[in-house]
């Protein structure tokens, strides 16, 4: 994840103020330098805390940074992972598991949902997909008479895959 992302993972609370450092180290390495990037990437988790947040919220306003909205985040994190799935470099279920957790459960957008399960971004489909997979993997009997229920899954996933495309492609 690059600095940006970092900062939506913070934003979403999937990270914490001790975490702060490591993150401004990747902000140094993707490039960015300010006095106070500098400073709190020398800092270490057990520093105080109220000093590791001084030093980020002066990197951010030094390096022209606008803390994201809740849902600004949301989406960065989202389209984080929908690109790796896209580039298979995560498998379409497993990613579409950490945006389940590292952005649904933390986020409003079930309850601003219309008709379907996050519908709101567009991610109705996904989340079908991804909810049959998890069924599937519980399942205690064939759902199929001629497919196992990893064959179903693996089509699910690859059908993840174009979705997340799709998806990519509506929400930039």
Not at 157 to 170: P, Q, R
């Amino acid at each position: 994840m690059n600095f940006r992302q970092q900062i939506s993972n913070y934003v979403l609370g999937n990270l914490t103020t001790s975490d702060l450092p490591k993150t401004a180290l990747i902000g140094l390495e993707n490039g960015l330098d300010s006095e106070s990037l500098v400073i709190l990437a020398g800092l270490n988790e057990k520093d105080n805390s109220f000093e590791i947040d001084s030093y980020f919220n002066k990197a951010v306003d030094e390096l022209g940074i606008q803390i994201p909205d809740k849902k600004t985040a949301a989406l960065e994190i989202i389209r984080y992972y929908a690109d790796l799935i896209k580039s298979k470099q995560i498998d379409s279920y497993l990613g579409v598991e950490r945006i389940v957790r590292e952005v649904f459960y933390k986020t409003d957008f079930f309850d601003n949902s219309k008709e379907y399960a996050y519908d709101c971004i567009g991610f109705e489909r996904i989340y079908g997909l991804y909810d049959t997979c998890c069924e599937l993997e519980s399942a205690d009997r064939p759902w199929d008479k001629n497919k196992t229920n990893q064959e179903l899954i693996d089509g699910f996933k690859k059908d993840l895959i174009i979705e997340i495309e799709k998806w990519i492609t509506n929400w930039k």
